[in-house]
């Protein structure tokens, strides 16, 4: 049984770093990407990027490029979220979410859609 | 980016009715398209993807289709446990992907 267990909640002061992380349970951890959304109080969802254990590279929107930090660790079957230079309006539940790595003849292909998702961090910056 | 633009903000439906969203990208997303229902306080759950393909657990009373910029989900009895926000989501063109504003369905 897949599942995504995220660390606890977070305040944050403005200026500081978050570092928020997610261990899968259930299934191959290298061969999924792992993803990051976040969702301000009653708003909608925003994607803040992606990695693949298996390939490395992480990819970023481009609104969290320079302050987002996506890694994997395959030893611990986890994956973090850092976000750095936190401003009030990062205020938010943070989410991981597995999306699949299908094969096409020899080629992995990522489709990201999200079919397993972690139960969320809140992260609140406040002075 | 592609942005994607769900319809309308609200839906309020009775029990037992059918409720139909809609979702449209601002370009060609072929069937590059996933449907989440959020209830309070919960993560987001996948319920369709690939514009059509219901998730792994889901009812038959959720449908999708659809393909290039106009999608639709459907549910076609709705029980009250389906009483929740739908986001749209595509996975054609990233980064970055990109999700729709919501639809909530309400009890009328």
């Known amino acids: 049984q897949v599942q995504l267990v995220q660390s606890g909640a977070e305040v944050k002061k403005p200026g500081s770093s978050v570092k928020v992380s997610c261990m899968a349970s259930g299934g191959p951890f290298n061969k999924y990407s792992f993803n990051w959304v976040r969702q301000a109080p009653g708003q909608g969802l925003e994607w803040m990027g992606a990695i693949i254990p298996i390939f490395g590279t992480p990819n970023y929107a481009q609104e969290f490029q320079g302050r987002v930090t996506i890694t994997a660790d395959d030893s611990t079957r986890t994956t973090f979220m850092e976000l750095s230079r936190l401003r009030f309006e990062d205020t938010a539940m943070y989410y991981c979410?597995?999306?699949?790595?299908?094969?096409?003849?020899?080629?992995?292909?990522?489709?990201?859609?999200?079919?397993?998702w972690g139960q969320g961090t809140l992260v609140t910056v406040s002075s | 980016e592609i942005v994607m633009t769900q319809s309308p903000v609200t839906l309020s439906v009775t029990p037992g009715e059918r409720a139909t969203l809609s979702c449209r990208a601002s370009q060609s997303i072929n069937n590059n398209l996933a449907w989440y229902q959020q209830k309070p306080g919960q993560a987001p759950r996948l319920l369709i993807y690939g514009a059509s393909t219901r998730a792994t657990g889901i009812p038959a009373r959720f449908s999708g289709s659809g393909s290039g910029t106009e999608f639709t989900l459907t549910i076609s009895s709705l029980q009250s446990e389906d009483f929740a926000v739908y986001y749209c989501?595509?996975?054609?063109?990233?980064?970055?992907?990109?999700f729709g504003g919501g639809t909530k369905v309400e009890i009328k």
């Open positions: 989501q595509q996975y054609h063109n990233w980064p970055p992907l990109t």
């Open positions: 979410a597995r999306g699949p790595v299908l094969p096409v003849g020899v080629v992995l292909v990522p489709k990201y859609y999200f079919d397993y």
